[in-house]
């Protein structure tokens, strides 16, 4: 998984794998930003690749079938260049997230907290890469709303997702998607300017800022969802 692979018994294919991985990522990151610079990026080559809105709802579909669990699609933000899918791993529906969305009411789960555990799943607009984390979602009431939290992880540790985080990957290779381990990804490319990244959004952008989105990979989100649908 993401946090890790020291006692793992196939560390050998584990490392050729990766190397192939990495060797992509890199491919990538010439081709979109020549200029090795952060937010400089070219613009016909993103054009050329990146996974399909429809692709994206087509392994959503295919996630809830094989894995047994409820799979959203959620279209990305207008300064994310990437999709969304989330695979509800533990929890019941309706889900939290689905009250997020506007989906179903926020009186749809009658509890005062709530907590329940993802797989999210980043799909390139640039190029034909996906990431997977493990997200949490709590929701707890204020007042007549509820608040909802989103904290991501930088990967998938918890071992309650393995199975279904393998059968994911493997539903990508088939829908020629490259899977790429966030925890390769979290580090600054080497030789890259960051430009005005730290004015933006604070720190130094890591890979998978220049390859799925700009915002910190760990970042919490908090939004609020009207207890009346």
Request: aromatic share 8%; charged share 25%.
């Amino acid at each position: 998984m993401s946090g890790g692979c020291t006692e793992c018994g196939n560390k050998g294919g584990c490392d050729h794998r990766k190397g192939a991985m990495m060797a992509a990522v890199g491919d990538a990151l010439t081709r979109l930003y020549p200029a090795q610079r952060w937010a400089e990026r070219d613009e016909q080559a993103a054009f050329r690749g990146g996974v399909p809105r429809a692709d994206g709802i087509r392994l959503a579909e295919l996630l809830a079938e094989r894995l047994k669990a409820m799979a959203l699609f959620r279209p990305g933000a207008d300064d994310e260049y990437c999709d969304w899918v989330y695979v509800l791993c533990v929890g019941r529906t309706p889900s939290i997230l689905e009250i997020r969305e506007g989906l179903v009411g926020g009186d749809a789960l009658e509890v005062d907290d709530e907590e329940q555990l993802y797989l999210r799943v980043a799909l390139s607009s640039l190029t034909r890469f996906a990431g997977v984390q493990q997200v949490s979602m709590r929701m707890s009431r204020a007042g007549e709303e509820r608040v909802i939290t989103e904290a991501p992880r930088a990967g998938v540790f918890d071992p309650i997702l393995l199975r279904r985080f393998q059968s994911l990957v493997a539903v990508l290779a088939e829908m020629e998607i490259q899977h790429v381990d966030f925890g390769e990804i979290m580090e600054p490319p080497a030789g890259f300017d960051p430009g005005d990244y730290a004015d933006r959004y604070a720190g130094v952008p890591c890979v998978a800022n220049y390859l799925f989105y700009p915002q910190p990979c760990s970042a919490v989100v908090t939004t609020l969802a009207p207890r009346q649908g």
